[in-house]
């Protein structure tokens, strides 16, 4: 593909204090096959040396942008403010693309109609500390809108695997929304996006994520603070996405099983009651299945 005849790609990198970890995003997107791209790179005020890394490379694709303030949502907003491509797109700090992945979502953008917003392809999960064993692939099959499926679970998501419409992505905000409990959610973001476009997809793994990093805290007071997220975090999408559940009701259901465990957790009983009943009234069959549920988690 000749660049003069290639829209721009813009992508989206986070960063803070990943020294020892961004070679490997950077890496990747400098082995693309598709060139015209630009590497815009949001860093949170790292007090490590992840300026001198990335500025080591000399990349004239890359715009390394420092920030007073950090957070998903300040940094994601500050690179989107500068982006120029006809497409956007994302990559963590510490994953990385295949060879091909800009290359090939290009080409299929470019053959859609102007109501695909949103293409998106698949991932695959690595253990951190066994980088060459796949332990798992997100494969989602959503063409079409999606906007009421994507507001039921976290099924077109993952945030790298998005190229979104520049003009799509500013209508929504240009970030994410760290107002919900969970921050930089990519489930949010792309539920948002779906509302107002259709998506397409490419039935292929084109990003290695990578997990097990070791930075869980397990603890009484992590995990109860964890609750209380979780407890904004699907209390918005019930309200945010209110017509969804209007239309669908029982898309409602793992938000519902959600907020009964997050109660639970913080032995509120009554709201862990509360949220039980709204989860059994979308189908009364779950009752006795569930009975030694509702036992043990809200004490009933």
Not at 80 to 90: H, L, M, Q
Not at 98 to 106: A, N, R, S, T, Y
Request: proline content about 4%.
């Amino acid at each position: 593909m000749e660049k003069e005849l290639s829209p721009l790609v813009s992508i989206i990198t986070i960063t803070y204090n990943r020294a020892d970890l961004i070679h490997r995003c950077v890496e990747s997107i400098q082995k693309q096959t598709y060139r015209n791209y630009e590497h815009i790179i949001a860093d949170g005020n790292s007090s490590d040396n992840t300026e001198e890394v990335v500025k080591g490379y000399n990349d004239p694709h890359i715009k390394y942008i420092k920030l007073i303030d950090r957070g998903p949502q300040i940094q994601m907003k500050a690179a989107s403010d500068v982006a120029r491509g006809k497409y956007i797109t994302f990559l963590d700090d510490d994953d990385e693309y295949l060879p091909e992945k800009l290359e090939k979502q290009v080409n299929l953008f470019e053959t859609e109609p102007q109501k695909v917003g949103m293409v998106y392809c698949w991932m695959s999960y690595y253990d951190a500390k066994q980088p060459d064993v796949v332990i798992g692939i997100h494969q989602p099959t959503i063409r079409g809108f999606a906007g009421d499926i994507a507001a039921s679970a976290p099924i077109v998501c993952g945030t790298p695997t998005l190229m979104v419409r520049r003009e799509i992505f500013n209508e929504i905000g240009g970030c994410y929304n760290d107002s919900i409990g969970y921050v930089g959610s990519d489930w949010e973001l792309a539920t948002r996006i779906c509302q107002i476009c259709d998506v397409d997809y490419l039935p292929e793994s084109l990003i290695k994520v990578y997990v097990n990093h070791g930075h869980a805290r397990l603890s009484t007071d992590f995990y109860d603070e964890k609750a209380k997220k979780g407890i904004l975090f699907h209390k918005h999408f019930l309200t945010e996405f209110a017509s969804v559940f209007d239309r669908h009701p029982e898309y409602a259901k793992d938000h519902y099983y959600q907020l009964i465990r997050c109660y639970a957790r913080l032995r509120n009983r009554k709201e862990a009651y509360y949220w039980y009943k709204k989860y059994t009234e979308l189908n009364p069959g779950l009752r006795s299945k569930l009975s030694s549920l509702k036992v043990i988690i809200i004490g009933h």
